[in-house]
């Protein structure tokens, strides 16, 4: 059994202001994670953090060193954050860095290394992963988004759960929530479907959801959550069905 769950930085961070954490809200999502914590893989978003330092160095079209680490370090820190609240909340977390594991090939996965996180779930750890900078075979650098992490690890594990929380009560159309999403159903929806209302270069609910339709269209359906209502997350983790289920088509 395997479980993945993404908190988005839309969630844990104050994305209108640079490098600012909520840290009332990790500290709930911390305590609802850590009941339900075992078999679980964490994936957070960057949100804020990382998103200046980036833009500061011209990062991800530019190569340059002291830009990778200083974004680097910036998503590190917010990491550290929420490590720290997991583990006074009662989980055993352990920090996993996309950057020293993850090679790129045109800005998608083309190399990671999983088994060390299979290890830990194995032994009731907790990895906690997050959006970040990579290597990129072809372009230098690059960057690996916190959704694009779900989609690869759930089809590498196998996994048998996959839920996203997010700011939003899922994948919404003419206001409401949809209860499924097919790949056949994008094209209806995709008016209604834009990136992030907030500064976010991973591709905001869109990216997200084609990352998602992928994984689906393989067998692995998913779930699209509002992680910023207490109880969601760990609903979310049960099983409940929820937001809005990605699932393949017919
Ligand atoms: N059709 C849609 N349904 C829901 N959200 C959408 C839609 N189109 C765009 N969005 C935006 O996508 C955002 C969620 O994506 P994002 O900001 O990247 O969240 P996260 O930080 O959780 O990855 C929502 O807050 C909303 O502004
Ligand atoms: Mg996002």
């Known amino acids: ?19 600012y954490a ?13 009941s339900v914590s075992s078999d ?31 974004t680097h370090e910036s998503v590190v820190k917010l990491n550290n954050m929420i490590v720290e609240a997991l583990s006074i909340a009662g989980a055993n977390p352990m920090p996993v860095h996309p950057f020293s594991c993850i090679t790129l090939k045109d800005g998608r996965i083309d190399d990671f290394c999983c088994s ?7 032994r009731n750890l907790l990895p906690v992963l997050h959006g970040d900078v990579a290597m990129d075979i072809t372009r230098g650098s690059g960057i690996v988004s916190g959704d694009q992490l779900v989609s690869y690890l759930s089809r590498a594990l196998k996994a048998d759960l996959v839920a996203i929380g997010t700011d939003v009560d899922g994948v919404l159309f003419n206001r409401k929530v949809l209860p499924t999403i097919t ?30 339709i992928e994984l689906a ?17 760990q609903k979310a983790l049960k099983g409940y069905s929820i937001g809005t289920k ?5």
């Open 116 to 122: 060390s996180i299979s290890e830990m779930v194995k």
């Open 40 to 70: 679980l893989i964490l994936v957070h978003g960057a949100g804020s953090f990382g998103h200046v330092q980036a833009k500061e160095y011209g990062l991800p079209q530019k190569f340059n060193p002291k830009g990778l680490w200083k």
């Open 217 to 233: 269209e393989g067998g692995i359906d998913s779930i699209i959550f509002n992680a910023l209502i207490d109880g969601q997350t």
């Open 22 to 34: 909520r840290i009332d809200e990790i500290k709930r999502i911390s305590s609802e994670i850590s």
């Open 183 to 212: 790949r056949d159903e994008i094209s209806r929806i995709e008016v209604s479907l834009s990136g992030s209302s907030h500064a976010d270069v991973t591709g905001g609910m869109k990216g997200k959801l084609l990352e998602l």
């Open 246 to 250: 990605v699932r393949r088509s017919n």
């Open 1 to 19: 059994m395997v479980k993945i769950l993404k908190i988005g930085g839309s969630v844990l961070t104050d994305k209108s202001r640079p490098s």
